[in-house]
């Protein structure tokens, strides 16, 4: 007979834990101990509300605080690490009988601190629980860790971007000779492709992307009859908002689908360098070599050098696209709103999370270690100029002197399919004379051209003569410019590490007031995108939640706001916290948050705007399409100094005397 579950004391008759099948059957602590951080944390927060509303006293408040901590430090102090279960020097508190880690941790706190500790799970259920310690993992480490791996990949392309970049080689498409190209510029193609996921994480971190409020306070399914504050305990989790239905918070796994989604993409680019690599280490290529660490013999021919780890890396992306397929399929079908079926949720997650982490990781290594060889490219299959790679130079070359597209396409073709009829391979082989012949033929007599044809002959010839930004050679504008763009990845996310503490990170950080920093993070620059990797997500988290706090304390819709003494109380607390920013960017910042739908629904109605005449709405709009363009620019306008003078124009030409509002107001309504 298993140990009573703390929560079945309630319950009349047996307890469920008869059958050691089903025990085992039903627990998920084999698998969940990794939330633990997370659990706790939520747990503090959610004690801390129930302390705020009155639901439980300061002395238990601060009983299930410092029991909470004492575990986190006995839990992360086991010999055989945090995670362990059932093995020798793992944290005696993980008993699989209790089948997951939010019933070891409350059943470690009532066993400590008794009584207080029976009051946590108040208004609480597992079913908010999971889902807000699946967020905060996903959110708080899941997506970090992710992103530290993939600025280290990030560099190590740069690295060889450094070490092998003027190396020339050809370009395929559809594997098949293309144009020349550099392997600067093929490492400036995998960065951009991993710079995308990482910004990707970062969006994970921010919770700008994936459902990131805050699923506490939903209880099991449809919330509770307790007063239970639950703006104030997302907010002091750094979300910005709890979750809307307490009905799809507690049903909802789309947080882990779309991190799945993100894994299964980088899994996708990591096989794709995987196979591209993999061909580039065949014979018949023989472009690169891997360092002899990442390559593996065979046990009965002594000559091979196998790229396993490459093959490796393609094969588990399989593993990580099935995660992805296992968790919509496992969400298909599923009725409202918590079944069990969604405890498989972090058995597939977590897996694909670790192995796309080893890839990455292991990608680094292997990029670390490759040596591109121009003498081998010379070599290979007959040469680097085999395949007239500079087929398409020499078109431009004749574009260059009047020639049109079209027919210099022609032009070459035909001169592609002389050399080929005349036993020569390569365009560099053919006269001046030919050339010229050639066009002349196709109708061009006054165009001739001369030796400087051979400029643009031959693939390291083209690979140094590309002019349009982001190409592939080796000139100003290919891979040297991103190149020489100063900071490495790490450095900027340690710049912006350094830029501000993060709150809520740890089970031992209050939570968070608006700091100066926060502010900052929340100024425009950051906000359309364009330094996003300057800026530490946590503060801007928090500067987030503040704008949202206050504007739901005044409780007007957005487009209500501009030129109110309600918007000049909100802005001056935000001057209050010690900080720069304008009413402009405060109410930019919040126009921005309203179209990531981050913005809840105010309580007031707008009001009404005075009534205008056509002939003044016509006047109205010329003035606004004057100033910025177009009326869908209208949320650009608010406290830029040019509105004032509108107002002014406005009111003079129609001879009217509307306040700034008013005409904010009636701006508003024009362009909808
Ligand atoms: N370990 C469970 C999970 O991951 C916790 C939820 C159990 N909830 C319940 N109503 N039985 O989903």
Known sequence: MSTP?????????????TDPLAARFVESLSYDTRLYAADIRGSIAHAQMLDRVGMISRDDLAAIERGLREIQREIESAPAGPRAVGVRGAWPGWKIDLEDVHMCIEAALIEKIGEPGRRLHTGRSRNDQVALDLRLWLRDEAAPALHSALADLLDAFKDLA?????????????????????VGAECMAWWSMFARDANLCSQQETGEWGLMASPLGSGAVAGSLLPLDRHAAAQSLGFATPEQSSIDATASRDEALDFAYLLSRIAVHLSRLAEQWIIYCTTEFGFLKLGSAFTTGSSMMPQKRNPDMLELIRGRSANIIGALTGLLTLCKGLPLAYNRDLQEDKRLLFAAFDTTLDCIVMAARVVASAEFDQTRIDTAA????????????LAEHLVLRGVPFRTAHQIVGSLVRECEATGRDALSQMKVDEFNAALHAAGFPKITIDRTVYDVLNAKNVAAAYKSAGHAGSGPGGYRDWLEADATHKELMEQAQASSERPGRDASTPAPAISAAAMQAAAPASLFGGEAEAVDPAARR????????????????????????????????????????????????????????????????ASTPPRISEDEETLLRELVIAMTGSLGQRDQLPYDPRFDGLVEAFNQQAGRELSPHDIWRLVAKLAK
Not at 5 to 17: I, L, N, Q, R
Not at 382 to 393: F, N, S
Request: proline share 6%; charged share 20%; aromatic share 6%.
């Open 5 to 17: 579950k703390p929560w079945e004391h309630a319950k009349s008759g047996e307890g469920s834990g």
């Open 162 to 182: 450094r070490r092998c970049g003027p190396i020339v080689l050809p370009t395929y498409t559809h594997l098949q000779r293309a144009q020349p190209g550099t």
């Open 382 to 393: 007959g040469g680097l100029d085999r395949g007239y790679l500079d087929a398409t130079a």
């Open 542 to 605: 928090n500067a987030d939640a503040a704008l949202i706090a206050a504007y739901q304390k005044v409780g007007r819709t957005l487009d209500d706001l501009p030129y109110t003494t309600d918007f000049d109380a909100m802005h001056s607390q935000f001057q209050g916290a010690g900080t720069g920013l304008t009413k402009r960017t405060a109410l930019q910042r919040l126009q921005n948050l309203r179209k990531a739908g981050k913005l809840p629904p105010a309580g007031r109605a």
